[in-house]
């Protein structure tokens, strides 16, 4: 089993940035990809980016890309995702999520919520 936990979110005003933190536990040798997903009152889960640990290899949502980096630190073993020029349609509860092969996503956690205001 992996546990995840995020960290980071809060309020914050457009244009301004935020950190979010995923920090993983646990059997962490199996995660292959850990991604970064949100959702939005009313809508449904979306995907905004992933990163592959053994390559660092990254992939963004054209909805945040140029914004939002991620990144990972392996002695550590968290997940960064750092969000830039923040806007408020990027409010939302975050989601990090681990993967342990390529047909999806095995471990989430338990979220942390981003408020842009306008």
């Known amino acids: 089993q992996v546990q995840l936990v995020e960290s980071g979110g809060g309020l914050v005003q457009a244009g301004d940035s935020l950190r979010l933190s995923c920090a993983a536990s646990?059997?962490?040798?199996?995660?292959?990809?850990t991604g970064w997903f949100r959702q939005a009152p009313g809508k449904e889960r979306e995907f905004v980016t992933r990163?592959?640990?053994?390559?660092?290899?990254?992939y963004y949502s054209d909805s945040v890309k140029g914004r939002f980096t991620i990144s990972r630190d392996n002695v550590k073993n968290t997940v960064y995702l750092q969000m830039n020029s923040l806007k408020p349609e990027d409010t939302a509860v975050y989601y990090c999520a681990g993967a342990i092969n390529e047909r999806g996503y095995t471990y989430w956690g338990q979220g942390t919520q981003v408020t842009v205001s306008s």
């Open positions: 646990g059997r962490t040798f199996s995660i292959v990809a």
């Open positions: 990163i592959r640990w053994s390559t660092g290899t990254t």
